[in-house]
């Protein structure tokens, strides 16, 4: 299996993030996927790339994000310090937003002050951004683009091993420590690649947000996810089994929601009756935004698997047959998050 990690992730490493009225220490950090890293070193269950320096990346970004979105990235470091130099020392949070109330606040006023417009493009406050998160993000994004043109090439399996992660960045909104939408940017390069059905089966613990609703309204791209139940667990707005696809995509998204504190016996159940869902749907290819933050030792979620299960989990995605491209999403139970991903790469192999 070919492993594109991205060499730049760690200039992405944002200090704190907002919780309940206070600055705390970010959970999303570089560590993370040095772990990953160092059990690749002691299980090659893969061979460890780079994507190539001339990719069509930006082409591929505007595929599933919005070009203002991408512009707002591209320059908000530079603004942000801009907005008072102090800010070179402080990772960007938004404060204020354009809460969505009938007669209340505009969307088509874009604002010229750049804290007003980190809130326009940002859903929370817990996403911090810094000097070199858009670096990082891009180069991620290159990660997803090659493992997705390596499986239009005829290999079996790809995994982009990126932070920051993805699966809540939306077509023109960042969030949930994501930028760019890795798992879209996958799917679309296969959809582009040729192919006219492409499954995403989400299994962070928490609902792929920003996945759901780039495909919302398209029948080529089903989305599936599990995950905590949005009625008590982030990001609280989406997640709903009541959510089908609208338009064309009617029937094509499908979300699993579990209660805070669902062990494996009840998740690998759900897991059976998603890999149904995508089955009936006959896809040629799966994307798999991968958290491992489903694990019982997570600090921030509410799941209690445990690191043999992903080497079920893993074994329970392979036996689909389908090339596969995975995303490396959340898992913040740092010491853990190599041995839980690479047992999902193992199990995938068997
Ligand atoms: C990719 C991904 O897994 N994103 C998850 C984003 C969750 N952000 C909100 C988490 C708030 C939890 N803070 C808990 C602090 C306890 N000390
Ligand atoms: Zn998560």
């Not at 509410?302 to 490396?328: C, E, H, I, N, W």
Request: net charge negative.
């Amino acid at each position: 299996m070919n492993i594109y990690w991205n060499d730049q992730h760690a200039r992405h490493a944002g200090r704190q993030e907002m919780f309940r009225g206070r600055l705390v220490d970010c959970h999303e950090v570089p560590q993370r996927l040095q772990h990953v890293l160092d059990e690749l070193t002691r299980r090659p269950v893969g061979t460890l790339l780079q994507p190539a320096a001339d990719l069509p990346l930006d082409a591929a970004l505007r595929r599933v994000h919005n070009a203002d979105y991408l512009d707002f990235l591209a320059n908000a470091w530079n603004d942000w310090v801009a907005l008072d130099p102090l800010n070179a020392e402080r990772d960007a949070l938004p404060s204020v937003w354009p809460l969505a109330s009938r007669h209340a606040f505009r969307t088509d006023t874009p604002p010229r002050n750049f804290a007003a417009r980190l809130g326009q493009y940002a859903f929370d406050s817990g996403t911090p951004l810094m000097a070199g998160s858009w670096a990082a993000a891009r180069e991620g994004a290159a990660c997803a683009l090659a493992a997705a043109q390596a499986v239009l090439g005829g290999e079996r399996m790809a995994m982009a091993l990126t932070r920051p992660p993805g699966h809540h960045a939306g077509p023109n909104y960042m969030g949930g420590y994501c930028f760019i939408n890795n798992a879209a940017v996958a799917a679309q390069t296969l959809c582009d690649g040729g192919l006219q059905r492409v499954a995403v089966l989400d299994l962070d613990y928490h609902h792929g947000n920003g996945t759901q609703t780039i495909f919302y309204e398209r029948s080529d791209v089903f989305t599936a996810s599990i995950h905590g139940d949005p009625r008590t667990e982030y990001p609280f707005f989406l997640g709903h089994a009541d959510e089908r696809g609208h338009g064309a995509g009617e029937g094509f998204n499908l979300n699993l929601a579990l209660p805070r504190g669902s062990g494996f016996e009840v998740w690998w159940a759900t897991l059976q009756s998603a890999l149904h869902a995508v089955s009936d749907f006959a896809p040629q290819a799966l994307v798999v935004p991968l958290g491992l933050d489903t694990f019982e030792g997570d600090p921030i979620s509410g799941f209690k698997l445990q690191s043999p299960d992903y080497l079920r989990v893993g074994q329970a995605l392979g036996q689909l047959g389908l090339p596969t491209v995975l995303t490396f999403e959340g898992g913040y139970a740092v010491a853990e998050v190599g041995i839980n991903t690479v047992n999902v790469l193992e199990g995938l192999q068997m």
